[in-house]
């Protein structure tokens, strides 16, 4: 399990160059014991695999998803070679060791001990490994388009939550913003049209903007924050576009159709009293709120083999809602802290590897035996 959790590490999958190493890796592993898999292929580099083990059929499926993509690394603040797995005081150092290529490794450890162990199986035990989860989600999208299989009892996704069980999070909605101008020399704005002082007017009004009136018990509110704004082109010119990028966290209460819709209203505002007001709205990424009921039988039945007695909120945002969508019980629970992700020197325990094999084990055993 070490070893492929080293080589998962070590098959670099940036969106830069996306996935399919980090398959072909898992298609191996899955071949050299006996578990058939497939990869899709798409766009020369970008990839899914899906590796299931067959049953009798008796009982629904059990469905595990992560994702194969990590986020690029920079050498600043790295001990080691970010993409060079090294193993240290108990630990295992790269990146994607933590999010969430030991989720990954530790489910497909599961599956060999189960294949090997020659169980008798009444739900088939389907996994798999999607692109794009830190952009934009394509493969699980593309992956929900082509998977048919109806009968499930519900899906583990084994993102990196420090053996917390995880019901809900929040979804996300980043939208970029572009108002519209026209260029003129500097020295002569009223010939113009300046597409900052309409982006101003826009985020003037935007400021008011209210996600808080609703509130959940797990997920808290909703929020916004304009991150990245671009315009001019030199000092002496009107600037005829003008572009923010805007991060909005929701809750399951939220339309986020209905929020741009709100949007476009701040538009028809602003335009009342800036007459050469024009703007543009994109959707950028657009994942919903998960909200698993934790008093589910599935998830009942999670929090008894498991010993844990609450379900817990994330603060970040995952592939699962997409997941839900299936209409069926969706937890996020596995090895690892989300406090190493996204940083220099991501690590994981390698003790932690052992012990989600293990629950790993007794959850496909307790719903497939």
């Known amino acids: 399990m070490k070893e492929l959790l080293k080589k998962l590490i070590e098959a670099k999958s940036t969106p830069d160059l996306g996935e399919i190493q980090c398959a072909n890796v898992l298609a191996d592993f899955f071949s ?19 590796a299931t083990i067959k049953s009798t059929g008796q009982n629904p499926a059990l469905l595990f998803v992560s994702h194969l993509d990590v986020v690029p690394a920079s050498k600043q603040g790295w001990h080691t070679d970010a993409f060079i797995a090294t193993e240290q005081d108990g630990k295992i150092f790269g990146r994607g060791a933590c999010d969430m290529k030991a989720g990954m490794a530790t489910v497909a450890a599961t599956m060999a001990e189960i294949k090997k162990s020659g169980v008798n199986l009444k739900s088939d035990i389907i996994f798999s490994a ?5 952009t934009d989600s394509c493969g699980i999208v593309k992956f929900l388009k082509s998977f048919s299989v109806k009968n499930l009892c519900g899906a583990l996704v084994p993102e990196p939550t420090g053996f917390e069980l995880i019901t809900a999070h929040r979804g996300l909605l980043w939208l970029e913003i572009t108002t519209k101008g026209k260029t003129a020399h500097g020295s002569m704005p009223h010939l113009g049209i300046n597409a900052i002082e309409s982006m101003r007017a826009f985020l003037s009004e935007f400021e008011h903007y209210d996600l808080t009136a609703v509130k959940d018990k797990l997920l808290g509110t909703g929020s916004k924050s304009v991150n990245k704004i671009k315009g001019g082109s030199a000092t002496n010119v009107i600037p005829d576009k003008c572009s923010a ?5 929701t809750i399951a209460e939220h339309d986020h159709s209905e929020i741009q819709k709100d949007i476009e209203a701040i538009f028809a505002k602003v335009s009342q009293s800036k007459k050469d007001f024009s703007a543009a709205i994109e959707v950028l990424r657009d994942v919903k709120a998960l909200k698993t009921n934790s008093d589910c039988k599935f998830v009942d039945d999670i929090k008894k083999i498991t010993g844990i007695t609450q379900t817990t909120a994330a603060p970040f945002t995952t592939d699962a809602p997409f997941i839900a969508e299936l209409s069926i019980p969706v937890v996020i629970f596995g090895p690892g802290s989300g406090e190493t992700c ?22 496909i055993l307790h719903f497939a035996k």
């Open 245 to 249: 990028q805007i991060d909005i966290r």
């Open 130 to 134: 999607t692109a794009g989860e830190e």
């Open 342 to 363: 996204h940083k220099p020197n991501e690590y994981v325990e390698i003790a932690d590897l052992q012990k989600a094999v293990e629950i790993y084990k007794k959850i």
């Open 32 to 50: 050299s014991v006996g578990i058939e898999s497939n990869v899709e292929v798409w766009d020369n580099n970008r990839a899914n695999i899906t």
